[in-house]
């Protein structure tokens, strides 16, 4: 009491007051869930009081993560350990590393780039993420699943829409099929592009069922429809169209729809000029067809494109014109693409000028038999005396494709557009009946059975196993994706000529041979082209001694898709499970290593 007193009571009652809330904070404290340092201004560095109880705890009430700028050093000590000192070797990233657990993060424009991996940021109205793809084209399971059919659709053709690649400068006005650029910028007649062509619309026309794909507007046709003309005409009755001349253009306006595909026939007498006129929802664009033999052309706002100047007079022609698609390849894309699509997009009228007689005018969603049957008709009257349909262009020029191989000169043959040939003309004749398809199809068999020194495209592994090349070079390059389209041709015609009672000819006995003998090669060869996480484009790497040429993710999927097709046709299951094991690799799922 005498201490108390000597302080005073006062001042011993405050002193006992705050050691008791002191005492009773700290039990409280004791109790609540750990508090971030951040916010006690405790030091990022200072380590928690608890190391065991920071790593129990929930990730939710942890502190935020402290990532530390660091550089990462790419294959530093490989370098060392292979003898590579060069500096100029040496690479290195800026990366982060998150302190506590050690955790490095590698940019992933870095990582793209070093794993041949793509990825983009996706979002939805509730979050952002990385889509992280190890690949990025299609395999289609179900072809192992379903018996491949001759007749019917072309494996998945039918979502091709081969007028729009960039290496097709434009659907000829001439012959009505794809002109190619790949090797030639001027633009020549390809015929593996022109049977892709016929093959992507006939797989249309099979899948083609609702009222807007059957829609069709006739607008003149000289016996039942009668368009109002504008402009001086005569009517030749007897052969029902109408005739106009030079004193002035005629002209026609059109029905304001989403349909722009035009039929005509036209009796060509003297420099005839066929316009269309393409309303857009800011500029009027007008396509015409003229008598001259250049592909196509733009001034300013005309895109003009030549359907020949070897007519004769009196001679006729018919016209089936996808005008969105010449107008198209006229102009540039990112001018198209500002309208494609919208519904203010219409074909306003057509009008003529010069001296013809026209009739049979009709505007339609699309025409996709006919034109299969233009490319089918092509390849019937372009075939050359060898069976064959020759490449008018230098392959491998300056050796750009195969540094060590020949040039190919014009005139060369390829296994797969005979292939495809193949399949287009065993379905036009499985649909029409008509002998000359398959005429032209078993005429076609010629070049599989001569080698490419001697001008055909047959090639000998190890002296044992043929190839039909797609390419003809000197050295052979057994390209994979081009051998297995030609064996699918081959099929095709084998099974059409079984299904329609020329199985014991000696026609299906020699295109039975060279498929059997196709596929023999396939199956032997196949573990050539595995990678282990793809597969390789050709056998460049055996035949030149040369890296090897990794495939593409669209042409590995390619290969996988074959592989199924091909599976349903032979019973050896090296097929589907080499497709499955391809199919894998798209996502990262390699061999095992030892």
């Known amino acids: 009491m005498s201490f108390i007193r000597r302080i005073g009571l006062r001042w011993w009652i405050l002193a006992s007051t705050a050691a008791i809330s002191l005492w009773i904070w700290m039990v409280w404290a004791q109790s609540q869930p750990d508090v971030n340092p951040v916010s006690l201004h405790v030091p990022k560095s200072h380590p928690p009081a608890n190391p065991e109880a920071y790593r129990k705890r929930p990730e939710s009430l942890r502190p935020s993560p402290m990532l530390k700028e660091i550089k990462c050093e790419i294959n530093t000590q490989v370098y060392r350990n292979i003898g590579w000192s060069e500096s100029s070797q040496m690479q290195s990233v800026p990366c982060l590393l998150k302190e506590r657990s050690q955790e490095v993060f590698v940019p992933f424009k870095f990582v793209r780039k070093y794993f041949d991996i793509y990825g983009e940021i996706s979002s939805d109205h509730n979050r952002s993420w990385l889509e992280w793809s190890h690949s990025y084209s299609k395999v289609f399971p179900h072809f192992k699943d379903n018996l491949y059919q001759s007749n019917g659709t072309f494996l998945q053709f039918g979502s091709f829409d081969v007028e729009q690649r960039p290496r097709v400068k434009c659907v000829s006005a001439s012959e009505g099929v794809p002109v190619s650029t790949q090797w030639d910028k001027a633009g020549y007649y390809y015929s593996t592009q022109i049977s892709q062509y016929a093959l992507s619309h006939w797989s249309k026309a099979i899948q083609s069922s609702s009222a807007q794909d059957r829609r069709k507007l006739v607008y003149e046709d000289g016996l039942t429809h009668f368009a109002n003309w504008k402009g001086d005409t005569t009517r030749v009755m007897s052969l029902d169209c109408v005739h106009f001349d030079l004193a002035s253009k005629i002209q026609l306006s059109l029905e304001k729809t989403s349909d722009f595909v035009l039929n005509l026939d036209l009796q060509f007498k003297q420099n005839v000029t066929i316009t269309v006129t393409v309303k857009t929802p800011k500029i009027t664009y007008d396509v015409k067809y003229v008598n001259e033999d250049d592909f196509i052309r733009r001034e300013g706002n005309l895109v003009i494109l030549g359907y020949g100047s070897d007519l004769k007079e009196g001679e006729w022609k018919h016209f089936t014109r996808d005008v969105l698609t010449d107008l198209s390849k006229g102009i540039s894309k990112k001018m198209f693409e500002r309208f494609r699509g919208s519904s203010q997009i219409y074909l306003s009228d057509i009008a003529l000028e010069g001296v013809g007689c026209v009739t049979n005018i009709s505007q339609s969603h699309q025409e996709h038999l006919q034109m299969f049957y233009t490319g089918a008709n092509w390849l019937r009257h372009n075939q050359d005396a060898q069976g064959g349909w020759p490449v008018n262009v230098v392959f491998n020029r300056d050796h750009t494709k195969y540094k060590f191989a020949d040039e190919i000169q014009p005139g060369w043959y390829s296994a797969m ?37 001697q001008g055909g495209f047959s090639a000998r592994f190890m002296n044992s196993y043929t190839w039909y090349e797609e390419y003809p070079t000197n050295p052979p390059t057994f390209v994979l994706n081009g051998f297995m389209y030609s064996l699918l041709g081959l099929y095709d015609l084998k099974n059409t000529l079984e299904m329609y009672g020329f199985g014991d000819t000696d026609d299906f006995g020699n295109v039975s041979e060279l498929w059997q003998s196709g596929m023999r090669s396939l199956k032997a060869l196949l573990p050539l082209f595995d990678t282990g996480s793809g597969s390789v484009y050709d056998l460049r790497h055996f035949t030149m001694q040369i890296e090897p040429k990794i495939a593409r993710w669209d042409y590995h999927s390619t290969h996988v898709n074959l592989l199924y097709i091909l599976s349903t046709l032979d019973p050896d299951q090296i097929l589907a499970t080499t497709g499955d094991r391809w199919r894998q690799y798209m996502v990262n799922q390699k061999a095992r290593h030892n």
């Open 417 to 453: 557009a005979s292939g495809h040939a193949l399949s287009v003309l065993s379905r036009a004749f499985a649909a029409s009946r008509d002998k000359k398809y398959l005429t032209t199809a078993l005429k076609a068999l010629k070049p599989f059975s001569v080698s490419s020194e």
